[in-house]
């Protein structure tokens, strides 16, 4: 069984007044109690600032990872270069990775796509609830597609099909994403890729296989 780290959400805080991860860091087993670093680090909707992930691209875990999950985390309050470079070294380990609604912009992964595209095993990447354009998605499906054992892709609705947002909730036109999902289609069909996934399912449980490490 492999060696994890999990602190869930609490649905009863806000996300404003969620914790860092730097109170917890303490919970991380010390090296000398570890006969292995551990493969698996969930911190969704943590509240995490930059010290948190430079200290866990520091720590001897990073190398062993094969399972992230960042969700919810705003990679706007400084978490980008920090989160560029434990996927840096995390990079020939790393399987899965979920960066769900941590409203990464296409600046924003304009810059972690080339650390991405070093994560040479990596089956499993979620994307979901990010404000990317069809450009964007379309240049990070070209490029992945280097990426041998990348499976499923679980991508955002595209920035191009919203039709009104209220700052709280976004509206899309079912008329264009409809287009954005064919076009994508189009793409990997054109690819060969015919093993990988891509969809905008943010569950998508029908794919679980992949997500077991």
């Not at 860092?20 to 860091?25: A, E, N, T, V, Y």
């Not at 010390?30 to 969704?44: G, H, I, M, V």
Request: include cysteine; charged fraction near 20%; aromatic fraction near 8%.
């Amino acid at each position: 069984m492999q060696s994890q780290l999990s602190f869930p959400r609490n649905p009863d805080i806000p996300n404003c007044h969620q914790s860092s991860l730097g109170p917890h860091l303490s919970l991380l087993p010390p090296a000398s109690d570890l006969q292995t670093p551990l493969e698996s680090l969930e911190f969704p909707f943590c509240s995490l600032v930059p010290n948190d992930l430079a200290f866990l691209s520091q720590s001897i875990h990073a190398p062993a990872l094969k399972r992230l999950d960042l969700s919810g985390n705003n990679i706007s309050r400084g978490l980008l270069e920090p989160l560029r470079q434990l996927l840096e070294k995390a990079s020939a380990s790393l399987l899965y990775l979920d960066l769900m609604e941590c409203r990464m912009a296409d600046s924003d992964l304009a810059v972690l796509l080339p650390t991405l595209l070093r994560c040479s095993h990596l089956r499993f990447l979620r994307l979901c609830v990010n404000p990317l354009s069809m450009a964007a998605l379309k240049d990070l499906l070209q490029k992945t597609l280097e990426l041998p054992d990348l499976h499923v892709v679980v991508y955002p609705f595209p920035l191009d099909c919203r039709i009104e947002s209220d700052g709280f909730d976004d509206y899309f036109s079912r008329t264009l994403l409809s287009a954005a999902r064919a076009e994508i289609s189009q793409l990997l069909e054109n690819s060969g890729r015919t093993d990988l996934v891509w969809t905008d399912d943010p569950d998508c449980l029908e794919y679980v296989q992949y997500f077991y490490l």
